[in-house]
């Protein structure tokens, strides 16, 4: 059982930033393969298509680091989409973030990445 310390807590505090980004991103995939909770305002991909393979990470690779089931390397992957998404589709839009839209890609890049590198915390699947 974990101490009441900031230490202690630290792992169940990791385990926690994994699923709700995990839930958020799950939300993106979703959203490309399925058009739910909204479709995309350029309609749905056709499949293969870069959109597509996206959709595919983030759904299945959202699920996995959800449930704690090869964070890092998942992580890692992950975070690299975000990082492509990044300067693929926002940075060419405006220099600024907050004006090109990236703001999200660039805090999901960061937040694997940390992931990659820290591991899923408490409650993982792996960890068992």
């Not at 090109?100 to 805090?107: R, S, V, W």
């Amino acid at each position: 059982m974990a101490s009441f310390t900031p230490a202690g807590l630290a792992p169940h505090a990791l385990a926690l930033l994994r699923i709700v980004a995990a839930l958020l991103f799950i939300e993106h995939g979703t959203q490309k393969l399925f058009g739910f909770p909204a479709p995309p305002g350029s309609g749905l991909p056709a499949m293969f298509t870069l959109y597509w393979v996206a959709g595919v990470l983030e759904a299945v690779g959202g699920v996995m680091v959800l449930l704690g089931l090869y964070t890092r390397p998942v992580a890692f992957i992950l975070s690299g989409e975000m990082a492509f998404a990044y300067f693929m589709a926002h940075a060419p839009r405006n220099f600024y973030p907050l004006l090109n839209g990236g703001d999200a890609a660039i805090l999901y890049c960061f937040v694997f990445l940390y992931l990659a590198a820290a591991g899923p915390g408490s409650f993982a699947i792996n960890r068992r």
